[in-house]
T-cell receptor, first 112, second 109 residues
């Protein structure tokens, strides 16, 4: 069965460290997204990609970067982690035709 | 600005019916989605409405009125497993999803 997986599921890091969250999908979807979810807020879009070598900034992209070297993977990098980036991060992919999102299990990041 | 409003929390009784409302103001409209999210888990797709009217899918139905900027999700014959957050999201003119903060539904026996 096709799926979308994230790793690590839980991570604790220190302020200033670089962190990379991995996202891998086997749906063969062109569209991939990274969201963060915090209490009291809806899902907020960090970055997204509509295909290989395509990346775009979302509404909360400061301090984050992504790269898309193949269809399956969209890693999210925090260049210098800050306490404000403590959150649950969700990767998602979608078919262009339907827009329906398929989410990974989430990665809980704590920045101390 | 773009805005999605839904109640923060609702409580209902097992076996009953509950309606979760969502109102939106967005730059354009290309459809409205409802997702279910159990605590500690990822959101999962429930429904998609792009035309006015009611879409029924088993115990769940979703209604849309584009002229009023309004949708609701109707859950019938509530079960304990329906305790979850329900997320409303609108796709705007740029095909970007705008998300509400979610409605936490608590089901009591």
């Amino acid at each position: 069965d096709a799926e979308i997986t994230q790793s690590p599921r839980h991570k604790i890091t220190e302020t200033g460290r670089q962190v990379t969250l991995a996202c891998h999908q086997t749906w063969n979807h062109n569209n991939m997204f990274w969201y963060r979810q915090d209490l009291g807020h809806g899902l907020r879009l960090i970055h997204y990609s509509y295909g290989v070598h395509d990346t775009n900034k979302g509404e909360v992209s400061d301090g984050y970067s992504v790269s898309r070297s193949n269809t399956e993977d969209l890693p999210l990098t925090l260049e210098s982690a800050a306490s404000s980036q403590t959150s649950v991060y969700f990767c998602a992919s979608s078919r262009v035709e339907t827009g329906e999102l398929f989410f990974g299990e989430g990665s809980r990041l704590t920045v101390l | 600005g773009q805005n999605i409003d839904q109640p923060t929390e609702m409580t209902a009784t097992e076996g009953a019916i509950v309606q979760i409302n969502c109102t939106y103001q967005t730059s354009g409209f290309n459809g409205l989605f409802w997702y279910q999210q159990h605590a500690g888990e990822a959101p999962t797709f429930l429904s998609y409405n792009v035309l006015d009217g009611l879409e029924e899918k088993g115990r769940f139905s979703s209604f849309l009125s584009r002229s009023k900027g309004y949708s609701y999700l109707l859950l019938k014959e509530l079960q304990m497993k329906d305790s979850a957050s329900y997320l409303c999201a609108v796709m705007d003119s740029n095909y970007q999803l705008i998300w509400g903060a979610g409605t936490k539904l608590i089901i009591k026996p």
